[in-house]
């Protein structure tokens, strides 16, 4: 027991992403996607999404479905000061300092030196001449995260130094990677780009790959879970894998510590009051900054949950009718879109702290949590107060 308690933060990791290819669960369609990015010359690709829906590590477990010894991998995060020079010296750096100083070098004979000037050096030719260099021995992967931080202003240079890349067939890819609601956001999308560039967009998860890594994560530790339970867990997650993983380790523990080997409702309903408690300080104050009212009989709390759980697409975007269904079934009265209209609206204003997003025209908006993280925080609080009739659960399990 004492030594699954402790291998329980290896099969369930909240805050890392995934780094082996045992416990990556599901995203089939995107691995594809990915995978044929990466075996096909010419081709980069872009993996775009939410924030914690499992971007990072799909790129991470990318390179163990190509069978190719020969990779070089690169791996960089952009950072907010970050201008297209310093993000290629990065990741030319690198090269340097990891197993593969054979292929290094490169900053001293080739790069211009940069002191005394505020040019850019690093150009798109230079990189491919680079990559052409690394190619004659490896097949480069270079993996840029975080690519949304990256100012504005680089983005063209960007998108021509794909389509450079791609117009050459260089030997090995880019993978770009970016919280974004679409491409576009993120890079200039002319044609010539569009044909480099797989778009490889991460949607939530669906229940079922929620299951998945929830059973993964009980196999590994060699337990068990309650049919019930596991399709409450993939509710309360929302298709957020990192509430999943959250999930799965305080109720693995929580059984483990009652000696069991099976994750039962019971130990679920305590795992989310754990997972509540731990939850970030910024969240919990902002839930409680959207709902706050001097009126006890004010509806925002109950407004905010049936958002939470209004059945959204797989963007995580949802419109007021949406919100209704919820509301009848956790109040169970009848409400309708009017009489919680304006509670739509104070959510997605500053006072309430724009706890949601609102997008799209008038009569036609559609709302979404401004941090995805919230939605469950608010869905397992509900919980944890026993404002969700079980009948949701069964419903919407699948
Ligand atoms: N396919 C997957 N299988 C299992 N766990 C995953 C998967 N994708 C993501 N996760 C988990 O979800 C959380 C967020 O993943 P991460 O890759 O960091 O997301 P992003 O890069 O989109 O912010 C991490 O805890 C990670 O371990
Ligand atoms: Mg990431």
């Not at 995934?18 to 599901?26: K, V």
């Not at 990915?34 to 993996?47: E, L, P, R, S, T």
């Not at 298709?239 to 130990?267: D, K, M, Q």
């Not at 724009?354 to 509900?382: C, D, E, H, T, W």
Request: net charge neutral; charged share 25%; hydrophobic share 40%.
């Amino acid at each position: 027991m004492q030594q699954k308690l402790m291998d329980a933060g290896r099969f369930f990791t909240p805050s890392a992403p995934i780094d082996e290819r045992s416990l990556f669960a599901g995203r089939i369609e995107q691995l594809v996607q990915a995978v044929d990015a990466v075996n096909q010359k010419g081709q980069h690709a872009m993996i775009f999404g939410d924030r914690g829906v499992g971007k990072t590590s799909l790129a991470n477990v990318l390179s163990s479905f190509v069978p190719n010894s020969n990779i070089l991998p690169i791996r960089v995060n952009c950072d907010t000061g970050d201008s297209f020079d310093s993000l290629w010296r990065k990741v030319f750096s690198e090269v340097q300092t990891n197993d593969h100083t054979v292929v290094g070098g490169f900053l001293e004979n080739t790069l211009p030196k940069r002191e005394d000037a505020d040019e850019e050096f690093v150009t798109p030719e230079i990189i491919r001449r680079q990559m052409l260099r690394w190619g004659t021995r490896f097949t480069p992967r270079i993996v840029v995260d975080e690519f949304d931080r990256l100012d504005d202003r680089y983005r063209p240079i960007f998108a021509d130094t794909i389509k450079t890349l791609s117009d050459h067939a260089v030997n090995g890819t880019v993978v770009l990677i970016g919280v974004a609601d679409s491409v576009d956001q993120l890079i200039a999308q002319h044609e010539s780009v569009q044909r480099a560039l797989v778009q490889v967009k991460m949607p939530r998860m669906s229940p079922s790959e929620v299951k998945e890594i929830i059973k993964k994560g009980l196999d590994g530790l060699e337990m068990a879970i309650e049919p019930l339970a596991l399709e409450r867990i993939a509710v309360l997650a929302q298709g957020l894998p990192h509430y999943a993983h959250l999930l799965g380790l305080h109720a693995s523990r929580t059984a483990l510590l009652s000696n069991s080997l099976i994750v039962t409702v019971e130990s679920l309903e305590d795992a989310v009051r754990r997972a509540i408690e731990g939850a970030q300080q910024s969240i919990r104050s902002a839930v409680h900054k959207a709902t706050v009212s001097p009126r006890k009989d004010n509806l925002f709390a109950d407004v905010l949950l049936s958002c939470a759980l209004a059945k959204n697409d797989d963007m995580g975007t949802f419109a007021a009718q949406d919100v209704r269904g919820p509301m009848q079934k956790i109040t169970g009265r009848p409400y309708d879109i009017p009489s919680f209209a304006q509670h739509l609206n104070e959510f997605s204003e500053p006072k309430r702290g724009n706890i949601l997003k609102k997008a799209g025209a008038s009569r036609r908006f559609r709302y979404s949590f401004s941090n995805p993280l919230m939605q469950p925080y608010v869905v397992m609080k509900g919980f944890a107060e026993n404002k969700i009739p079980t009948s949701f659960f069964d419903q919407h399990g699948e």
